[in-house]
């Protein structure tokens, strides 16, 4: 950012560039961070609810959630 020619930042500031860098896992340990696989394919909602509650919690479900759901990841 720069201030064009003043010494200080105001509604002056304009955008010259920049990069934006990801380093929520550092270099070389990606496989530290790996996210749990979790067993969808293995348990059965139904043993533990009934459909009426499994309606309920789908119709709640919003964004990443569906995949998650859908993959265990």
Partial sequence: ???????????NTQFEG????D?????G???DFLRPVYP???VKPEDFFTKQDIENARSRMVGWVHSLARTGR
Avoid at 1 to 11: L, P, V, Y
Avoid at 23 to 27: C, D, E, I, N, T
């Fill in 18 to 21: 920049g990069m934006g860098i």
């Fill in 1 to 11: 950012m720069t201030a064009g020619n003043k010494q200080w930042t105001a509604s």
């Fill in 23 to 27: 380093a929520a896992v550092p270099f």
């Fill in 29 to 31: 340990y990606e496989s």
């Fill in 40 to 42: 969808v394919d293995r």
